[in-house]
């Protein structure tokens, strides 16, 4: 069965600073996707990021990366230079293929941002 | 491009009473799915539809809950009757056709707040 885990209930910084939300997760699958998305207090979950497991290079837009990680079974998110913005939770969630495209979500992690 | 649409966003109702919830996916999207999430978790799938077809509702309560798209565009995810168990946000998402075994980006609702006194 598949699992993700989001070991970081929440996380406070300080505007400007770096922080990273990790994500580990469990599939007997070889084939496989995970998502970073993000859910501001509005409740709507809005899509960063799909990685599938054959490409490990990171990625980086903007102020985001991300490290792929298959040795440790770990996806993980940078916010650099964070913002007040940035305050949501942030979910990562794994695709098995073959499962109908059904997303298995992490318990999140709360970030904020303060001033 | 509109997003995808729930009704009623937030919904207070009695133990024991129906309660209704609508969704219109992206134009497009033959894929839809209701989620629903409890406070503090993430969203846990309750059924897929593939156009008019539920193809995956192992995780739907169907002793109280049901669900249908008739026309495989907007759906209606029903429960009768409620528990206060079911408090929890209610989402809706859809995708765009799946090709091969590529995952689908999923785009999300607001989603319908419940909370059953």
């Known amino acids: 069965a598949q699992k993700v885990t989001q070991a970081q209930t929440e996380i406070s910084v300080v505007e400007k600073e770096d922080v990273t939300l990790d994500c580990v997760y469990e599939?007997?699958?070889?084939?496989?996707?995970l998502f970073w998305y993000k859910q501001p207090p509005s409740g709507e979950l809005v899509f960063l990021i799909r990685?599938?497991?054959?490409?490990?290079q990171n990625e980086i837009s903007g102020r985001y990366s991300w490290n792929f990680q298959k040795s440790t079974s770990s996806f993980n998110f940078t916010i650099t230079a964070s913002q007040v913005v940035d305050s949501a939770v942030y979910f990562c969630?794994?695709?098995?293929?073959?499962?109908?495209?059904?997303?298995?979500f992490g318990t999140g992690t709360q970030l904020k941002v303060e001033l | 491009e509109a997003g995808v649409v729930q009704s009623p966003r937030y919904k207070i109702i009695e133990k024991k009473q129906p309660v209704a919830f609508w969704c219109n996916p992206i134009?497009?999207?033959?894929?839809l799915y209701w989620y629903r999430q409890n406070l503090g978790q993430g969203p846990e799938l309750l059924i897929r539809?593939?156009?008019?077809?539920?193809?995956?509702d192992s995780q739907l309560p169907k002793d109280r809950f049901s669900a249908e798209r008739l026309k495989g565009v907007d759906s209606t995810l029903k429960i009768q009757p409620a528990e206060l168990g079911d408090s929890a946000v209610y989402l809706c998402?859809?995708?765009?056709?799946?090709?091969?075994?590529?995952?689908?980006?999923?785009?999300f609702g607001p989603g319908t707040r419940l909370t059953v006194l």
């Open positions: 539809y593939e156009n008019e077809e539920a193809v995956d």
């Open positions: 998402a859809s995708s765009p056709p799946i090709i091969g075994l590529a995952a689908a980006e999923q785009f």
């Open positions: 599939t007997r699958d070889t084939t496989y996707y």
């Open positions: 134009s497009g999207h033959n894929t």
């Open positions: 969630a794994l695709s098995e293929t073959g499962g109908g495209n059904k997303l298995t």
């Open positions: 990685r599938n497991s054959f490409d490990e």
